[in-house]
């Protein structure tokens, strides 16, 4: 009896030790992002810009390349966030029009994207420290400009869990999710050969992992808990018919969110699409808010 405890405790012990390295792999897979080139430049808008770098907030051996574009009477300065797999140029043409609005930009791209360093990517909480490097950069150049953060998808999700820092005055978070735990399926499925029922069990073991050997705790990406610690209005994009990030997201961002926050929940569009699908009541909504945060 004693033998038989012995060595189900040992196949106990091999199957949690393999479950573990699998979930390694995983994990180490989902957090390499899908290198994207940038094929658009801000002169292809007749933009001028100029070629900048910087560093995170608190890891000076990891550079982050980007744009700066300014504008002359700037009303304020906008920092561009990109989404997953996506890079500075992502949407260089509502860069432009927010341009045009005012507002000088700074555009880059985050960890392990386009031509920043091609370091593991924080699953949005490293992350934070990249745009708290780009805040430092951006008061740097203009110390007495009020400074706002656009983000849209994981873009949008980090900028909310940015939102507290005391130089950012306005956020317009498009397309963000209420929290990564509950997409970990979908992208893990999406980003490695594991299927999605694969990846459903392997939950547990990938948080841990990310843990132990990432440092990224994924339990505390959390935007939707996030937003109730910003103390100004946050604007809110959503498209009603989103696949990749359910509306219900929304909802329960905006459930937590700071009193006044205004909201534009768009049909007929999907993931990240709003601009895409509906120029001239985005940009409306976007100025309108801008204006009133930034300009006073």
């Not at 405790?9 to 390295?21: A, E, N, P, R, W």
Request: with cysteine; hydrophobic share 40%.
């Amino acid at each position: 009896m004693k033998r038989g405890v012995i060595g189900s405790l040992i196949t106990i012990s091999v199957l949690v030790f393999l479950y573990m390295i699998v979930s390694w792999v995983v994990v180490d897979q989902s957090l390499v992002a899908k290198s994207k080139e940038i094929t658009e430049y801000p002169s292809d808008y007749s933009l001028e810009y100029e070629s900048v770098s910087f560093s995170p907030a608190d890891d000076p051996s990891i550079t982050l390349r980007g744009w700066w574009i300014p504008q002359q009477n700037s009303k304020g300065t906008i920092i561009w966030i990109h989404g997953l797999d996506s890079a500075r140029d992502g949407n260089l043409e509502f860069l432009s029009s927010v341009h045009k609005e005012g507002y000088s930009l700074l555009a880059f791209d985050l960890r392990g994207h386009g031509e920043s360093d091609k370091v593991a990517m924080g699953a949005g909480q490293h992350e934070q420290q990249d745009v708290l490097g780009a805040i430092r950069w951006a008061k740097q150049q203009s110390p007495s400009s009020n400074l706002g953060l656009i983000g849209v998808s994981l873009g949008a999700a980090i900028v909310i869990l940015s939102g507290d820092s005391p130089d950012i005055t306005a956020i317009v978070a498009d397309s963000s999710f209420a929290s990564i735990p509950e997409l970990i399926e979908e992208e893990v499925a999406a980003r490695t050969s594991m299927p999605t029922w694969g990846a459903a069990i392997l939950k547990p073991g990938i948080i841990t992992a990310a843990k132990w050997f990432r440092d990224v705790d994924i339990l505390a990406v959390n935007p939707a808990e996030r937003i109730s610690e910003i103390t100004y209005p946050v604007a809110l994009i959503h498209c009603r018919e989103s696949d990749r990030v359910p509306f219900t997201h929304a909802e329960r961002i905006l459930a937590n969110a700071p009193e006044g926050s205004p909201t534009l929940f768009l049909d007929d569009c999907d993931h990240a699409e709003g601009w895409e699908k509906h120029r001239e009541q985005y940009a409306v909504f976007v100025f309108s808010y801008l204006n009133q945060r930034l300009n006073h």
